[in-house]
T-cell receptor
Framework: NAGVTQTPKFQVLKTGQSMTLQCAQD?????MYWYRQDPGMGLRLIYY???????DKGEVPNGYNVSRLNKREFSLRLESAAPSQTSVYFC?????????????FGPGTRLTVL | AQTVTQSQPEMSVQEAETVTLSCTYD???????LFWYKQPPSRQMILVIR??????QNATENRFSVNFQKAAKSFSLKISDSQLGDAAMYFC?????????????FGKGTHLIIQP
C-alpha cells in the first residue's frame, strides 16, 4: 500500500501560470482533503470531498478549484497562480467525514510562485 | 469557529528526559476530537495520539500520553524517555464530531529539539 501519493513533489511557477496538483489514495477511503501549510502556521483546509462526486469549500478556498475524479483521485488546480499561493500543499484521506476518523496525509508538494 | 493555540514555538529536551508540549483550544461544542501530529523534516504528517472529548481517561500510546482537561480546554502531550527520532514539529489539532467543513483545525506547531 502506497497510502496517499502526491505529484509533483516540487514546482516553481511564474505569476499567472496554471497548474494541477495530483493526489491519489489506495486505501478505499471515501473522504479526501487539500490543505496548505505556510511558514510558522499549521495546516489550513482549502477544499474537501466527502465522497466521490462531491466537493466543498474549506477555510481558504479562494484561488483554487478541485476535482474528485473518482474515488481514488482528488486534484487541486490553480488557474492563475499568485505569489500568495507559495506554500506546501498536503492531500489527505480518511474513511469518512466523522470526526473520529484518522486523516492520512501525503508527503506534500512544495510550490513556489515567483 | 474553533481555534487551537500552541504557546511554545520551540522546546528543547535532553535525550531520555521527559517533555510536555502545551495546547489549548477554544470551542463551544461538547463533542469533538483532539489529535497530536508529528511532522519530521521529511514533511510527512504522522498521527501520534488521539483523544475523544467524551472520554475522561487520558489517551496513551507507548511513550506518548496526553493530559486532557476538558473544562480548561487544555490538551498537552507528554513524551517520556525522549529519543533523537522524536525531534520534529508537533501540531495539535481539533476536529468537530460532525466532521465536514471544519476538517482539522491546527495550531501553529511546536518545534521539538532533542539534545543528545
Amino acid at each position: 500500500n502506497a497510502g496517499v501519493t502526491q505529484t509533483p513533489k516540487f514546482q516553481v511557477l511564474k505569476t499567472g501560470q496554471s497548474m494541477t496538483l495530483q493526489c491519489a489514495q489506495d486505501m478505499n477511503h471515501n473522504s479526501m482533503y487539500w490543505y496548505r501549510q505556510d511558514p510558522g502556521m499549521g495546516l489550513r483546509l482549502i477544499y474537501y470531498s466527502a465522497s466521490e462526486g462531491t466537493t466543498d469549500k474549506g477555510e481558504v478556498p479562494n484561488g483554487y478549484n478541485v476535482s474528485r475524479l473518482n474515488k481514488r483521485e482528488f486534484s487541486l488546480r490553480l488557474e492563475s497562480a499568485a505569489p500568495s499561493q507559495t506554500s506546501v500543499y498536503f492531500c489527505a484521506s480518511s474513511p469518512g467525514l466523522a470526526g473520529y476518523n484518522e486523516q492520512f496525509f501525503g508527503p506534500g508538494t512544495r510550490l513556489t510562485v515567483l | 469557529a474553533q481555534t487551537v493555540t500552541q504557546s511554545q514555538p520551540e522546546m528543547s529536551v535532553q535525550e531520555a528526559e521527559t517533555v510536555t508540549l502545551s495546547c489549548t483550544y477554544d470551542t463551544s461544542e461538547s463533542d469533538y476530537y483532539l489529535f497530536w501530529y508529528k511532522q519530521p523534516p521529511s514533511r510527512q504528517m504522522i498521527l501520534v495520539i488521539r483523544q475523544e472529548a467524551y472520554k475522561q481517561q487520558n489517551a496513551t500510546e507507548n511513550r506518548f500520553s496526553v493530559n486532557f482537561q476538558k473544562a480548561a480546554k487544555s490538551f498537552s502531550l507528554k513524551i517520556s524517555d525522549s529519543q533523537l527520532g522524536d525531534a520534529a514539529m508537533y501540531f495539535c489539532a481539533y476536529r468537530s464530531d460532525g466532521g465536514g467543513a471544519d476538517g482539522l483545525t491546527f495550531g501553529k506547531g511546536t518545534h521539538l529539539i532533542i539534545q543528545p
